[in-house]
């Protein structure tokens, strides 16, 4: 991606004016929460839904003003960044689809659904973000960083390229996990693979420090 910063102020501003756009055409009281069962269980204002905005903003303005435009990999942790706020995005557009076109009625399979698709916001993003780790050079905001791993630049490289690898691998299963397993369990098994992912990362660096060092 040639212009992440450009593209995460489009988003955000994109994502602002539909919020906008949703206030105007939801009425003043509407499903705030849904129980397991895709039954509504609290109302609310729909300008609770601001906090979409704010989260997105809050989040995405802080990593920006945080990382300088010639800082090393930049480039790398915007487009990661990027990547990063669109599951989420959707995640909100989701819910306030859902809110605008039911209204107060219960929403069977609502529950399921949304747990699958947060699954799949995880495997997706995960594919993507897996590529940029080979990409990017040592730095304390991105990749597979552990205190092997950042010994040197040899090391570096080793760790994430396995992370990189390992993490599409990951990202696959999440996506089958979400596609193919009921209820509550695409979201739980994308957990556990996401900290079976960490936790070889982890061994890989200090395996690769430990044959370095013999």
Not at 15 to 22: R, S
Not at 59 to 82: A, E, Q, R
Not at 126 to 141: D, E, I, Y
Not at 151 to 166: E, T, V, Y
Request: aromatic fraction near 10%; charge should be positive; charged fraction near 15%.
């Amino acid at each position: 991606m040639k212009h992440p910063r450009r593209a995460i102020l489009i988003l955000l501003i994109v994502f602002t004016l539909l919020t906008g756009l949703f206030l105007l055409l939801a009425p003043d009281v509407i499903p705030a929460h849904y129980n397991a069962r895709g039954e509504v269980d609290r109302m609310g204002s729909k300008y609770e839904y601001l906090l979409f905005s704010a989260i997105l903003w809050l989040f995405g303005g802080l990593v920006m003003l945080g990382v300088k435009k010639d800082v090393p990999n930049g480039k790398v942790i915007m487009t990661s960044l990027f990547i990063g706020l669109l599951p989420l995005a959707a995640i909100f557009l989701f819910l306030m689809g859902t809110a605008l076109r039911r209204g107060g009625a219960s929403l069977p399979g609502t529950h399921e659904l949304i747990l699958k698709v947060s699954a799949l916001c995880v495997g997706v993003p995960l594919l993507f973000l897996a590529n940029l780790m080979p990409k990017a050079t040592r730095n304390g905001a991105f990749g597979l960083r552990t205190k092997w791993s950042m010994m040197n630049d040899a090391l570096w490289q080793k760790s994430q390229r396995f992370g990189g690898i390992s993490g599409v691998v990951t990202g696959l299963l999440i996506v089958f996990c979400a596609l193919i397993l009921p209820s509550h369990w695409p979201l739980t098994a994308s957990m556990i693979l996401i900290l079976l992912w960490a936790a070889a990362g982890i061994w890989a660096s200090y395996h690769y420090y430990k044959k370095q060092t013999s």
